[in-house]
T-cell receptor, first 116, second 111 residues
Framework: EAGVAQSPRYKIIEKRQSVAFWCNPI?????LYWYQQILGQGPKLLIQ????????DSQLPKDRFSAERLKGVDSTLKIQPAKLEDSAVYLC??????????????FGPGTRLTVT | GNSVTQMEGPVTLSEEAFLTINCTYT??????LFWYVQYPGEGLQLLLK?????DKGSNKGFEATYRKETTSFHLEKGSVQVSDSAVYFC??????????FGTGTSLTVIP
């Protein structure tokens, strides 16, 4: 079974530029998550999708971050304009709806963003 | 609100030593609790889980018991190996299926 795919793996941009990350979840997984992991910290949930609807985006800085999940499969996360403090690893994860109520998340390798 | 607090690292142990990494949580309702591990150069992986009070999760010699009375989910291993060197994250899943992670504890095991 293929895992969660993310691209690019690395990105360096200057502040005030824009950047987009792409995620392809595991086939059949209804739930998709985007996390921001700043160096030395744990992942922080930015947005959670259930199919193509947003479940939680309470920690997404909506003045500069946006995300979409068209057709309930792939997702893109965009930052425009980027700030220095956006330097982090952006993780995508997906999970399968289950009857038992436990949804294991499978994480992608992440995209390391450096804003200079 | 929901949050997870875990002991700060880094932790350095000799091979075969006993490991404890403390984790406490704050949550509304009845969360599920998890330990994730991130090996050097790899992505996050689920290590073990517990979905209700008094459950014990276990995997690869690691164990953690869901203690509702002390709101804790401490990770333990009786005899660590060099290959256990990694960053360990405690996490909870809230009632809305959102996940909250601790800050991570780096473990280095020396031969």
């Amino acid at each position: 079974e293929a895992g969660v795919a993310q691209s690019p793996r690395y990105k360096i941009i200057e502040k005030r530029q824009s950047v987009a990350f792409w995620c392809n979840p595991i086939s059949g997984h209804a739930t998709l998550y985007w996390y921001q992991q700043i160096l030395g910290q744990g992942p922080k949930l930015l947005i959670q999708f259930q199919n193509n609807g947003v479940v939680d985006d309470s920690q997404l800085p909506k003045d500069r971050f946006s995300a979409e999940r068209l057709k309930g499969v792939d997702s893109t996360l965009k930052i425009q304009p980027a700030k220095l403090e956006d330097s982090a690893v952006y993780l995508c994860a997906s999970s399968l709806e289950g009857l038992a109520g436990f949804y294991e998340q499978y994480f992608g390798p992440g995209t390391r963003l450096t804003v200079t | 609100g929901n949050s997870v607090t875990q002991m700060e690292g880094p932790v350095t142990l000799s091979e075969e030593a006993f490991l404890t990494i403390n984790c406490t949580y704050t949550a509304t309702g009845y969360p599920s609790l998890f330990w994730y591990v991130q090996y050097p150069g790899e992505g996050l992986q689920l290590l073990l889980k517990a979905t209700k009070a008094d459950d014990k999760g276990s995997n690869k010699g690691f164990e953690a018991t869901y203690r509702k009375e002390t709101t804790s989910f401490h990770l333990e291993k009786g005899s660590v190996q060099v290959s256990d060197s990694a960053v360990y994250f405690c996490a909870l899943r809230g009632t809305g299926n959102q996940f909250y992670f601790g800050t991570g504890t780096s473990l280095t095991v020396i031969p």
